[in-house]
């Protein structure tokens, strides 16, 4: 029986009904071992592009396309703190807008011009009639010129948002399993991408990473309304910043903002006062939580307060501490004030008042 694939559309045929995400890493594991293996259509063409040559002519048949899904290859760091390696491919994956024919186009980043390929780019994405798919795109964008700006861009993460509900982060593997139902495999993503020439199975993966963003797409606009989908189409513009309200951090997407406001460590001032005890919180929600359990109708009644130990309360202060030896330590440091010896107390009257009349300080230094 032959392997499902990305490619033809009468291959990639499945239910539209999602699949949910398995709760842990060995859950996830055995449902994936159950489903199909993800190939290549055999009606999906791969061009290798090496030279100026092959540059321009995919540059000419990019100029067509209404859907493209954009993924890259990096070598992998496996040293902490070393600097990340400059990105190695870029896939793009095409959907032709008049025939539908799909065609994978990989640029190998180290053999061609870095100026043009920015040409290309720039022209491919500041496009408004095709829409770009990606996952993560903008870490991959520091690689070419800042000037760049993305239009009609759709990150995934923000289709499983809208179509299944997750909001944190989701990989390429789970997002193909939810959609379409089949295994992504990852067998090559920690390979040498600098080393030449790339394996066929380099190749088949690099291909497969671009091309399944286009048949994602494709389940889960089915999922929902065209008009849910324009709302997480946005700009990317690595000259504009999103800023978090917390922590005052800048983030160049949306997206990568919304990742990090759930873990944002800011600590904000507690400014906002309750109006009836004057208790001070950082949040109006936590405000109106606090009027309903302490000041509604199924209010517990309030507790009194308790009444401050003398013996352990500062003379001069009134700070209250935890003995009374460390209560007269601070006295005797802080505010010189002179502290008589102790006597082994007696159950003779003479010796309680003999206590209570050593008791008496001088206090003229206060």
Same mark, same amino acid.
């Given at each position: ?37 993800? &190939? ?23 100029? &067509? ?16 703190? $070393? ?31 870095? $100026? ?133 951090? &800048? ?34 929600? $936590? ?67 003999? $206590? ?11």
């Amino acid at each position: 029986m032959p392997r499902p694939s990305v490619g033809a559309h009468t291959n990639n045929q499945r239910s539209t009904v999602m699949l949910p995400l398995p709760g842990s890493k060995a859950e996830l594991q055995a449902a994936l071992n159950r489903v199909p293996v993800l &190939t290549l259509g055999a009606s999906t063409r791969v061009v290798f592009v090496r030279n100026l040559a092959e540059l321009q002519t995919c540059h000419e048949q990019l100029r &067509t396309a209404m859907l493209v899904g954009l993924d890259s290859e990096t070598r992998p760091v496996f040293q902490k703190g $070393a600097p990340r390696q400059p990105v190695s491919l870029l896939q793009i994956a095409m959907r032709d807008a008049a025939s539908a024919a799909e065609t994978v186009f990989i640029l190998d980043l180290l053999a061609l011009p870095k $100026a043009n390929v920015t040409l290309v780019l720039a022209e491919l994405l500041a496009s408004t009639t095709c829409t770009k798919i990606g996952q993560g795109f903008e870490t991959d964008l520091k690689d070419f010129d800042d000037a760049l700006v993305v239009h009609r861009y759709i990150e995934a993460t923000d289709l499983a948002r809208l179509t299944l509900g997750h909001t944190a982060l989701i990989s390429l593997q789970k997002l193909t399993y939810m959609a379409l139902g089949r295994r992504l495999t990852k067998s090559q993503q920690k390979s040498n991408w600098n080393l030449r020439p790339l394996k066929p199975a380099q190749l088949t993966y690099a291909a497969l990473d671009a091309a399944v963003l286009l048949h994602i797409y494709d389940a889960m606009l089915a999922e929902t309304s065209s008009e849910a989908v324009a709302s997480v189409v946005q700009t990317l513009d690595r000259s504009v910043q999103f800023v978090c309200d917390k922590c005052g951090a &800048t983030r160049p997407t949306l997206e990568s903002l919304r990742q990090h406001t759930p873990t944002c460590k800011a600590v904000t001032a507690k400014t906002l006062p309750c109006g009836s005890c004057q208790r001070r919180f950082r949040t109006q929600d $936590a405000v109106a939580a606090h009027i309903k359990t302490a000041h509604g109708p199924n209010a517990p009644p309030l507790k009194p307060k308790p009444k401050r130990n003398k013996s352990r309360t500062c003379r001069a202060c009134q700070h209250v501490f935890k003995t009374i030896p460390a209560r007269e330590k601070h006295e005797a440091t802080v505010h010189k004030i002179k502290i008589p010896l102790r006597t082994e107390t007696t159950t003779s009257a003479h010796t309680t008042a003999s $206590a209570d009349e050593a008791m008496t300080v001088d206090v003229d230094s206060l």
